[in-house]
């Protein structure tokens, strides 16, 4: 089973943009949904963004307005625009794909594809 791989975390400070991109390594089936979660340290994997049908969007609310998701569930491709970076905002990123229905978005355990994780760190 192939598996999806994060590019462009990094250090930044605060106020700051990266983008992060996710491809798939191997043999992926087309999916409905690519998203985006993120963990600190010592907390649970959280939601941060996902595109469904490569139109409708959904956001946490802690990142609305700052970040961007866009992706083609066909190839299992996309990418996150984050900009006005917050300490906050410090956690390692990872993509995900997968065919959840709408309810289900923001649960981390309906997905089939993952990748390793990027490491983004907000700090001046």
């Known amino acids: 089973q192939g598996q999806l791989q994060e590019s462009g975390g990094g250090l930044v400070q605060p106020g700051g943009s990266l983008r992060l991109s996710c491809a798939p390594i191997?043999?992926?089936?087309?999916?409905?949904?690519m998203a985006w979660f993120r963990q600190a340290p010592g907390k649970e994997r959280e939601f941060v963004a996902a595109?469904?049908?490569?139109?409708?969007?959904f956001y946490a609310d802690s990142v609305k307005g700052r970040f961007f998701v866009s992706g083609d569930n066909v190839k299992n491709t996309g990418s996150l625009q984050m900009d006005v970076l917050e300490p906050e905002d410090t956690a390692v990123y990872y993509c995900?794909?997968?065919?959840?229905?709408?309810?289900?978005?923001?649960?981390?355990?309906?997905?089939?594809?993952w990748g390793q994780g990027t490491q983004v760190t907000v700090s001046s």
């Open positions: 595109i469904w049908r490569a139109g409708r969007t």
């Open positions: 191997g043999t992926t089936d087309s999916t409905n949904t």
């Open positions: 995900a794909a997968g065919r959840p229905i709408l309810s289900a978005i923001r649960n981390p355990n309906v997905y089939t594809y």
